[in-house]
């Protein structure tokens, strides 16, 4: 079965300073992996995904994420981390079978940003 | 704005009723995804309807079932409610690849 697993349940970060919110992927075949946040009281809201290509993904609100296959890894990470950005963040891996964008999510990691 | 509606967006009710939670999906997708999200239980996969159809099941409960109108609008019935079923529901809609999520339905059971 695809999974992911996100090892830190809580973050702290300076506002200003670099963030890092890990994930790691247990697939059969190739990843399809995505980065969502949510907002209190909101849905989820797509921030970025990696399908194929390069291993660097560019993502919404200056995020991006770096796919390591040899790590398994695909880490969430901004050099610059705002107030604004304290949010829920959720690592998700897709369904393999055709037509199904079924997506499993990880335990999440609460961001929280320092200022 | 996701263009994903879902209502209501609170519901509190008790022990052993039955409730309805209602998804109009995105103008075009023909995919319905529930998901229910507790504290202890992370974000769980429910079911999934693609054009009227289930598609896909994942850990819902028997007293729990679903269904996709001609519409294309989905509703998710929960019966029997117990104190755990506490939870936000959401649902989400499917094109190209990308889960659109509504703004989900917080249901307190007492």
């Known amino acids: 079965a695809q999974s992911v697993a996100q090892p830190e349940d809580q973050v702290n970060v300076a506002e200003g300073n670099p963030l890092t919110v890990k994930c790691t992927y247990s697939v059969s075949g190739n990843p399809y992996l995505f980065w969502y946040v949510q907002y209190p009281n909101r849905g989820l809201q797509f921030l970025l995904k990696?399908?194929?290509?390069?291993?660097l993904v560019k993502g919404s609100y200056g995020f991006e994420a770096e796919f390591n296959k040899s790590q398994t890894s695909f880490h969430l990470k901004k050099p610059s981390a705002l107030v604004s950005d304290s949010a829920l963040y959720f690592c998700a891996v897709r369904d393999i079978n055709f037509g199904n964008e079924k997506l499993t999510f990880g335990t999440g990691t609460r961001l929280t940003i320092i200022p | 704005d996701s263009g994903v509606t879902q209502t209501p967006k609170h519901l509190i009710t008790a022990t052993g009723q039955r409730v309805t939670l209602r998804c109009s999906p995105r103008?075009?997708?023909?995919?319905v995804y529930w998901y229910q999200q507790s504290l202890d239980q992370g974000l769980q996969f429910l079911i999934q309807y693609y054009n009227g159809e289930e598609r896909a099941k994942g850990n819902i409960l028997e007293r729990f079932s679903a269904q996709q109108f001609p519409d294309l609008h989905s509703e998710l019935n929960l019966s029997s409610l117990e104190l755990g079923d506490s939870a936000l529901y959401f649902c989400?809609?499917?094109?190209?690849?990308?889960?659109?999520f509504g703004n989900g339905t917080r249901l307190t059971v007492t």
């Open positions: 990696y399908i194929t290509g390069d291993n």
């Open positions: 989400a809609s499917s094109a190209q690849g990308l889960l659109h």
């Open positions: 103008s075009g997708d023909l995919s």
